[in-house]
């Protein structure tokens, strides 16, 4: 399979250490120059990719907010998916039962929301992605079970002390859905790769899911490859191993 598109998640695949490796830059540069799709999937809100997409030279589609939204460069949004008000007011009451073992934050249009700067009321901005985040795996077990008995949300994790949510239907691979059928490429010519739970989807709806070395068991479990450690350069080896098919 010639793939024409690479999906890649930051924290934990790209990124090391908050970091994008010379090695991983390089080969990002060339799969550009060979004409390939190199787009940013990933749980993190606009404004802190813009500046790495422009670094990298990625003038082109972006998943956001795991799937909230979806925008077609660095400057133009193209569709927006927002969380219920009441959702996120029921998930408040859900943390607010655990006291300060479980804090929480949020992505809103306005920027990130914490206990510092909590909107009242709660539907005077626009919720984009909620998460909660404990060091006791109980509580996130317990938390996790009760809302997904709402069936009302996506859940998901970008590492294993929290949870994330988002509007149901939406995650990174609807937003890579989105993105393949903008730029009219098929979803099997699209390659996935990522490390945690909030990946999961899209490494499942492309032609190759990779995951990382470092990735969570399930999500090793859910993909076609597994790439080096993100700290060996694992994004450079799925580039030249499926994107270019160097030997």
Same mark, same amino acid.
Do not use: M, T, Y
């Given at each position: 399979m010639a793939y024409k598109l690479i999906a890649l998640d930051l924290d934990g695949t790209l990124l090391y250490k908050g970091e994008v490796s010379a090695e991983n830059a390089k080969w990002i540069e060339a799969a550009l120059e060979a004409g390939k799709k190199v787009v940013l999937s990933t749980g993190r809100p606009i404004h802190d990719v813009r500046s790495l997409a422009r670094r990298l030279k990625l003038n082109m589609p972006l998943v956001i907010n795991n799937g909230s939204e979806v925008w077609l460069s660095p400057d133009e949004l193209h569709v927006r998916h927002e969380l219920d008000p009441e959702l996120v007011a029921r998930l408040f009451r859900v943390i607010e039962k655990y006291g300060g073992e479980v804090d929480f934050w949020a992505h809103t249009t306005g920027g990130k929301?914490?206990? *510092?700067?909590? =909107?009242? =009321?709660?539907?005077?901005?626009?919720?984009? *992605?909620?998460?909660? @985040?404990?060091?006791? =795996?109980?509580?996130? @077990? !317990?938390? @996790?079970? !009760?809302?997904?008995?709402?069936? @009302?949300? !996506?859940?998901?994790?970008s590492h294993v002390t929290n949870i994330e949510f988002n509007p149901l239907g939406v995650s990174k691979a609807s937003g890579l859905k989105e993105v393949c059928r903008w730029l009219g490429i098929s979803l099997s010519e699209a390659i996935a790769v990522g490390d945690s739970l909030n990946d999961i989807p899209m490494i499942r709806a492309a032609g190759l899911g990779v995951a990382m070395g470092n990735a969570q068991e399930p999500v090793k479990r859910a993909a076609d490859a597994v790439a080096p450690p993100c700290g060996e350069d694992g994004v450079a080896w799925v580039i030249k191993e499926y994107l270019l098919s160097i030997p």
């Open positions: 929301i914490d206990a *510092q700067n909590v =909107p009242d =009321p709660l539907h005077s901005v626009k919720w984009l *992605q909620f998460a909660v @985040r404990s060091a006791n =795996p109980d509580h996130l @077990r !317990e938390i @996790r079970e !009760e809302v997904a008995g709402w069936n @009302r949300l !996506e859940i998901s994790n």
